[in-house]
């Protein structure tokens, strides 16, 4: 059911365009959009979700259909050219004397195809719903035009039968709106013998209706002077006069029994939109038995003379074609290239904002690496290594898209990556390394203490300010602490002479620096590291010595 015959022409892909349109969301949001990670992957879920769910519904729907309406209107409109089914007037008909109506008709008295319209019965009002969706189905979507509720008051008793079957047939139209997702005009014909003598072969509507507007009280005031004028035309003829009065009568009763009930707001259902409302001297024998009959005895004191049947079938209301609002007539190909079109459209659009999104934030990120690199004060070595390494690493991925091609979420004439390669290249060649650290300060051992002692002599400490420096600047290196001495004494007093030489340069380091004492270590070796020859004096002076070296064991 959800596409025609072969010979019936092109049918509209509904599964296809449903499953392009899904296709289009996902590759959009997973090559394109900035969502990602759990957010694109809850997305994904539904989008296909909703895809899977409306495919399930419309076949579901279609199945019903079919059942429902769709064989009949088949039977009985099936030689008609799909494009004669988009292009013309569907109209369903509901109401009183439909067998008339549709008397010797094809499709088996199912429809008619007069006026510029195909006109489809509803015998039932409770299938009107069903009729309405199998015939947008069969008009590849386009839904029916309106709906013609037939009104004849000599088929009633009383008006309160009238007033059931109207309330039945407005809440058909209101369900079978909400099942074609669509507005049904309402239409109101009245079928009713106006006059006595023999019935008019080919009798005039007399009524109003409009495209876009309901029909208002005032445009009734004017059926009667039509009707009155057309008497005075015709020479004061008996019988128009006589039908000017009838519907001098006939329009109020039709505007309180009729209209009342279809747009009244007591009751649960929607009200019917009525765009067109006429009357006809065509019907059923009339006699003073029936609803309108009895209305017009009981205010009048007149009885009405019975009227012979009209010949059927009853004339169409053809003017309600005329005023009936045309919906644009695409054919199924044509709307496949629209929506095409507008999905392509779309998701190229949403395309183009997640391009411009993504550069946008390439653009915040690399703006915000240079101004982290540039805030930071000289002598953080460390900081300034680790946002240089950053600057760096976008420079290679704007790079990598001058050389293999910019990637597709960045593209779409939107990139601006090529922009930054000069800031970032020139903050890069900005970058000076600090300078090395002097690895060993040597200090001369009588410089700083007595010939055989381990006590700092007075002023002596002022030679070790470049060492407190050094070690200030590189807070985090451990600090070594050696004594060396010459020959001269046994080698176990050297030993211990270097020692404590070692000890209290270190005790006054501590001191100085402000470190902690566990950042320093001390190591005396006496004189078994001499630098220069003990054999003169010159040699022995460069052997007594006190060497201070950093260790890089806090290393960055």
């Known amino acids: 059911m959800s596409t025609l015959r072969r010979d019936e022409g092109f049918a509209y892909p509904r599964r296809t365009m449903i499953a392009l349109a899904a296709l289009l969301m996902l ?16 997305l994904s879920i539904v989008i296909v979700a909703v895809a899977v769910l409306v495919l399930w519904l419309g076949g579901q729907s279609r199945s019903g259909e079919a059942d429902d309406g769709f064989a009949a209107i088949r039977a009985a409109v099936g030689e008609i050219s799909p494009e004669q089914r988009v292009r013309m007037s569907w109209i369903l008909v509901t109401g009183d004397g439909l067998h008339a109506i549709f008397e010797r008709t094809v499709g088996g008295g199912v429809a008619r195809v007069e006026g510029g319209a195909i006109w489809l019965r509803v015998d039932n009002p409770g299938d009107l719903p069903a009729l309405a969706s199998a015939a947008k189905q069969w008009r590849n979507g386009l839904p029916p035009d309106g709906v013609m509720i037939a009104v004849s008051p000599s088929l009633h008793a009383h008006t309160d039968s009238v007033t059931q079957m109207l309330r039945a047939i407005r809440q058909a139209v209101a369900d079978a709106a909400r099942r074609i997702d669509a507005t049904l005009p309402g239409y109101v014909a009245v079928y009713q013998r106006l006059t006595c003598g023999t019935p008019d072969t080919a009798p005039n509507w007399f009524g109003a209706a409009h495209a876009s507007t309901p029909v208002e009280s005032a445009a009734l005031a004017r059926v009667v002077l039509s009707a009155e004028q057309a008497a005075q035309r015709a020479g004061g003829d008996a019988v128009c006069v006589a039908r000017a009065a009838a519907l001098a009568s006939l329009v109020p009763w039709t505007h309180l029994s009729v209209m009342e009930c279809l747009r009244g707001t007591d009751l649960p259902s929607a009200p019917v939109c009525i765009k067109g409302l006429g009357w006809i001297d065509c019907g059923p024998a009339t006699d003073v038995e029936h609803a309108w009959d009895r209305a017009v005895a009981e205010h009048t004191r007149v009885r009405r003379i019975s009227a012979p049947a009209s010949a059927q079938p009853w004339p169409l209301p053809h003017p309600f074609v005329g005023a009936i609002h045309r919906r644009p007539c695409l054919s199924p190909l044509a709307r496949l290239c629209v929506n095409a079109v507008t999905l392509l459209a779309c998701a190229s659009a949403f395309a183009f904002w997640g391009a411009g999104k993504n550069n946008e934030i390439l653009l915040g ?92 002599k007075p002023g002596s400490t002022r030679l070790m300010v470049d060492a407190v420096t050094m070690i200030k600047t ?25 020692t404590a030489r070692a000890e209290a340069v270190r005790d006054w380091l501590v001191e100085a620096s402000g470190l902690p004492a566990t950042q320093f270590a001390i190591q005396g070796y006496g004189d078994t590291r001499p630098i220069a020859s003990n ?9 007594r010595r006190v060497e201070i070296t950093l260790v890089p064991d806090f290393g960055i």
Not at 535 to 543: E, F, K, L, Q, S
């Open 27 to 42: 590759a959009v949001l997973w090559l394109v959009s900035p969502i990602t990670g759990d957010v694109a992957a809850l």
């Open 474 to 498: 590189h807070a985090r290196k451990r600090v070594l602490v050696a004594g060396y001495t010459d020959n001269v004494g046994s080698p176990t007093f050297n030993l211990k002479l270097s």
């Open 365 to 456: 990120r690399i703006k915000d690496h240079l101004a982290r690199y540039a805030a930071v004060a000289p002598g953080q070595d460390a900081a300034k290594r680790a946002a240089l390494q950053t600057l760096v690493g976008d420079r290679d991925q704007l790079d990598r898209d001058a050389r293999l091609g910019v990637p597709l979420r960045l593209s779409f004439g939107m990139y601006r990556g090529a922009h930054l390669v000069q800031p970032l290249s020139e903050a890069i060649a900005s970058y000076v390394p600090p300078s090395a650290p002097p690895s060993v300060v040597t200090l001369d051992s009588m410089s700083l203490f007595d010939s055989g002692k381990a006590t700092l």
């Open 535 to 543: 054999d003169t004096d010159a040699g022995r002076a460069n052997n």
